[in-house]
Nanobody, 115 residues
């Protein structure tokens, strides 16, 4: 069974940092396409970043480019999102997903950027 479990969210002040984790199991992590997607309160899903096996450079939404870094630890089958210089508009629920025969999602982790 494919499982994704996000963690690392919380309350942070503007300008602060958080690192989100997505622990996975049930598939070959090192050969997979992984993404982070977020949903701000009252809004739709917004793609944040993706990383693909065999592709050296990850992809980022313009809204997070230069502030967020996606990475993987294949030994731990874990996906990360390092978020720096956080802004209030980064507030939302952050989900990781993996594209297999179908896209599988984690349950999400809440990020609140507020003073």
């Amino acid at each position: 069974e494919v499982q994704l479990v996000e963690s690392g969210g919380g309350l942070v002040q503007p300008g602060g940092s958080l690192r989100l984790s997505c622990a996975t199991s049930g598939f070959t992590f090192s050969r997979s396409a992984m993404s982070w997607v977020r949903q701000a309160p009252g809004k739709g899903l917004e793609w944040v970043s993706s990383i693909y096996s065999g592709v050296p450079n990850p992809y980022y939404a313009d809204s997070v480019k230069g502030r967020f870094t996606i990475s993987t630890d294949n030994a731990k089958s874990t996906l990360y999102l390092q978020m720096n210089s956080l802004k209030s508009e980064d507030t939302g629920v952050y989900y990781c997903n993996v594209a297999l025969a179908q896209i599988t999602w984690g349950q999400g982790t809440q990020v609140v950027v507020s003073s």
